[in-house]
């Protein structure tokens, strides 16, 4: 498995360690049953998110998602009603996102996590090819937007100031 990439590691510094070690837990297991695949990670308000989809373009092509939180880590399947569940683990009742709760390492251990990542996979269409591995796979990560101007830019007498 391949080291996380420092951002990745930065964004995670806001969270206690038990929980990085489940986000990075959660992102090699997601690794190892999707590579080759592109990932695209960045931050949402208080959350950490990371996309898996076949394509550079992940957010629209998404297969899963991983989103850290203070205290879990969430498994988002983006189309997870299509999924076959039978032991009951996913969660919500939107028309089309499922997700599965990840709350300790041990959650990472329960074959129906891993019957769920495979059949979304194979949803897909996607097939694994021989010998792939999480090095086969390609990151991308969001930096911080700019931060905005604190002023409008325009003076006080409602001129705009292009000096700025």
Known sequence: MPKPPAALIEFLHRYEPPTQTLALGARAFVLSELAPCHEYIFTMRSKVVLLYGPTERAIADALCSLAVFARHVTLTFHRGVRLRDPEGLLRGSG?????????TPADLENAGVRKLLR????????????????????????????ARRSQPPWDAFGFRDDSR
């Open 95 to 103: 028309k089309i996102m499922r997700h599965v709760t990840l709350k």
């Open 119 to 146: 059949e979304a996979r194979k949803e897909a269409g996607l097939k694994r090819p021989r010998g792939a591995s999480a090095a086969d796979v390609v990151t991308r990560i969001k930096t911080a937007s700019p």
